[in-house]
């Protein structure tokens, strides 16, 4: 069965097509991404009027940009799984209105897929094109902790659809709180994935990093939740008291392992709660090495993650996720778009369910 997933929920356009094959298996044949990081950047944030404008123009785009790779024609695809929520609703709009036409044109069906559901599960598409991956996701037991630019939550997962969200963020996400920081540093947004790379790039002697690691506060020592505001006001301070002291990547090191270090604590009190020992690390945040290393060293724990271009926003994480509910359970199912759609209403047999 040829599935297209289509992904348009913030700032990316993707596309994807998966090959499923009869016995379990599936594999990527193709996908796309269009960011439009260059186009916000000037405006320090996404801009959603101009988000859904650019989608509008990117996902047919994108669409032939996958079937050509993999030398398919659209009347060939069978299923169409797209983003249905949670994101912004001008952008999530557009994939579903295309996909919509699409799938009425080819008389497929067509499925909403959870955004968040997606990430959950992008740590099961392998990590080359063409390469066998297993859709078996309704036995899989673990704890995931879902880091993005739009949510920071410790999830328990026993299968497809079933889902118990142990913390969530009160304030600003983990994503956030590297681009807010990063934008503090003067670097251009969405500054996240550089102010990493300044970090991790850095020569330290432990003596200086164990100077940089008291700069910062370990936030929510003593909350319930994830909550970043505090560390940002810090690093505000920290930035205006400190900028002839230390370098920009110093700075930056500081701050990278302040917000690892809080996001560990939070896992290990909740692997020690649950005993569950099995992690999956996902969203973009979760590309970011210090925090794999940071989890995989914690004792017991077993990590998966998924390839760094699929902790980010795409499209092959829609259509396994897509794939896997119409396999189990079938049917059209395409309620609208929902900016907000908690992983908690969704469960096992349906995403209907608010
Ligand atoms: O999952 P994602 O692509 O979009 C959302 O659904 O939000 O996550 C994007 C977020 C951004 O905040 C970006 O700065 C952050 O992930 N990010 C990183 C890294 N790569 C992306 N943060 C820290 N280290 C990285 N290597
Ligand atoms: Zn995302």
């Known amino acids: 069965m040829l599935v297209l997933g289509i992904e348009t929920s913030c700032d990316e356009s993707a596309a994807s097509l998966l090959e499923i094959s009869s016995s379990g298996k599936f594999q990527v044949l ?21 988000a859904a404008r650019e989608h509008m123009r990117n996902v047919p785009l994108v669409l032939r940009q996958v079937l050509t790779q993999a030398h398919k024609d659209v009347s060939e695809i069978e299923l169409i799984a797209v983003t ?16 919509r036409g699409l799938s009425l044109r080819l ?34 037991n673990f ?45 251009a947004y969405p500054g996240g994935a550089q102010l990493a790379a300044m970090a991790d790039a850095l020569p330290l002697e432990s003596s200086r990093s164990t100077e940089l690691r008291r700069l910062l506060p370990r936030v929510m020592r003593d909350t319930e939740g994830f909550s970043f505001s505090g560390l940002k006001t810090a690093v505000g301070l920290l930035i205006d008291r400190h900028r002839q002291q230390y370098s920009v990547s110093e700075l930056a090191w500081a701050i990278q392992s302040a917000i690892v270090d809080s996001l560990v604590l939070k896992l290990e009190r909740e692997i020690e709660r649950s005993g569950i020992r099995r992690v999956v690390v996902s969203g973009g945040v979760a590309a970011n090495r210090s925090l794999r290393a940071a989890i995989s060293k914690v004792p017991g724990v077993s ?38 759609w908690p992983l908690e209403h969704m469960f096992s047999g349906s995403c209907r369910k608010e």
């Open 30 to 50: 193709s996908e796309a991404v269009s960011s439009q990081i260059d186009l916000h950047a000037a405006y320090g944030g996404v801009v959603p009027e101009l």
């Open 303 to 340: 990590l998966s993650a998924a390839h760094p271009r699929h902790c980010t926003d795409n499209a092959s994480m829609i259509a396994l996720v897509g794939a896997a509910r119409y396999q189990m359970w079938g049917g059209s199912d395409l309620a609208g778009v929902r900016a907000r």
């Open 143 to 187: 704890l995931c902790l879902l880091v993005s630019g739009g949510h920071t939550e410790l999830v328990q997962v026993a299968g497809l659809g079933k889902y118990q969200v142990c913390a969530r963020t009160v304030d600003d996400a983990a994503g956030e709180a590297f681009d807010k920081s990063a934008a503090l540093l003067e670097i």
């Open 107 to 140: 008389g497929c069906p067509l499925l909403g897929v959870n955004h968040l559901e997606g990430h959950l599960w992008a740590w099961k598409i392998p990590s080359a094109l063409g390469e066998a991956g297993s859709m078996e996701l309704a036995a899989e």
């Open 84 to 99: 249905s929520g949670p994101g912004l609703k001008g952008c999530l709009l557009v994939g579903v209105d295309f996909a």
